[in-house]
């Protein structure tokens, strides 16, 4: 491997002629017409020559920085973030809503509230057992059902609260 003392980017913008006074200058392309080159603040052309390889690439100097984002990653975040908050919300209606309807039949606080909390329960545990097997690149079928299936009976018992 080639160790270059001046860092790994020792060949960014800078000029093929041996000249050394032209050395840290940066190199001048006439204005490329191709659409497909990127453009814009930050981008530059890094070559790069390990041996193996030769040739040059397009990077960003924000990526390079840390400071570069995906597209819209800000807005998801702020997306997920309320979600988590609704959900915890409609988390504690449903739970109180079932437990209110499961304490009124057995009176007893304790397995009144482990039968309110297991549907909820088992959907988040469901939830992310789905969305780990999907990272692992494998089916989650019968996730999805038992989501959905506890889904429906969480609301089934929703409703029978609502209506005795």
Same mark, same amino acid.
């Given at each position: ?40 603040? !930050? &981008? ?8 193996? =390889? ?5 990077? %960003?100097? *924000?990526?390079? @920085? ?22 915890? !919300? &409609? ?8 437990? =209110? ?5 057995? %009176?007893? *606080?304790?397995? @009144? ?52």
């Amino acid at each position: 491997m080639n160790h270059n003392p001046a860092g790994p980017l020792a060949h960014q913008g800078t000029t093929a002629s041996p000249g050394p006074s032209r050395q840290h200058e940066p190199e001048r392309h006439p204005p490329v017409s191709d659409t497909s080159t990127p453009r814009g603040p !930050g &981008l530059f052309a890094i070559e790069r020559n390990d041996g193996a =390889q030769t040739g040059a690439f397009i990077t %960003n100097i *924000r990526r390079l @920085a840390g400071r570069e984002r995906p597209p819209g990653s800000v807005l998801i975040a702020a997306a997920t973030w309320l979600l988590a908050i609704l959900d915890a !919300g &409609l988390l504690y209606v449903s739970f109180d809503a079932q437990y =209110q309807y499961i304490f009124a039949v057995k %009176n007893a *606080r304790i397995p @009144a509230m482990i039968e309110a909390a297991m549907l909820d329960a088992g959907m988040i545990i469901l939830s992310a057992l789905g969305i780990g097997l999907a990272m692992r690149g494998k089916a989650s079928k019968a996730e999805r059902f038992l989501i959905m299936t506890c889904s429906a009976a969480s609301a089934g018992m929703n409703f029978a609260a609502a209506n005795p």
